[in-house]
């Protein structure tokens, strides 16, 4: 026995240091088979998120907004830098769509789980009956492009600058500093009017275009390979509902993992951590399935 001729207090040192070394024995066996999953490039990269206002009208922007404060508060909490890239604002504090780049460590191995629709289920302030409305904004997260990875031809562009103008058509400059760039090949589209340098416009403009015309590109690569994304929970389609923030019952659904929290006002304060991390679980497991059978 390993008690046998030893001092108490000597016996008890063993045992405890017996403990601290299963304890690495678990946490090591547990890690090991995560060194057999492939790593993906993409996820170290800065995400450029992309935030639309879906069904709901007026009330659909305010979420949209909600979404964007989330997301940008996670950032803080997490030491990443956010720009704004191109707002479209509502009239009551909302956005159509809003822009905004997020650059920081591994950024995109966190918030690409993020695309997809969300929900909301709230009585709006101005609901006199007190009836719930369900209102929807979809979420785009897509890996910013470095210039050499998608090569933008002059040949291929189409450039228009015009005048920029705020919500209801209020001038906020008197040059034509917005621009607009038509990728002629995807068709694509993009505009942005949120500086007053035509040059900082233009530069906005292509980096987003570039995120945009990679993903086109790797979702029909994708298409004729395999599904698209196989390692990514849910299919991350746009059209997939993937979260509902029910403000009645102080609720947060993911639906893909079937976690759901009690804590709204903290989730939409940014702390995102315990949904992230366990999709980011779900992602690993399914990942190491597919290594291993």
Known sequence: MLGENMEPELEDMVYAEIEELK????KFEEEIPLLLIPSDPQDKKNVIMEIRAGAGGEEAGLFASDLYRMYTRYAE???????????NSTGVGGFKEVIFSIEGKDVFSYLKFESGVHRVQRIPETESGGRIHTSTATVAVLPEVEEVEVEINDNDIKIDTYRSSGPGGQSVNTTDSAVRITHIPTGIVVSCQD????????????????ARVKDKMEAEKSAEVAERRKTQIGTGDRSERIRTYNFPQNRVTDHRIKLTLHQLDA???GDLDEIITSLKKEEQQELLQKVTE
């Open 23 to 26: 304890e690495k024995r678990d």
């Open 77 to 87: 909490k997490q030491n990443c830098k956010v720009e704004l890239m191109s707002a």
């Open 195 to 210: 500086e007053k340098s035509q040059h900082k416009n233009r530069s906005r403009a292509l980096r987003i275009l570039r």
């Open 267 to 269: 989730v939409l304060d």
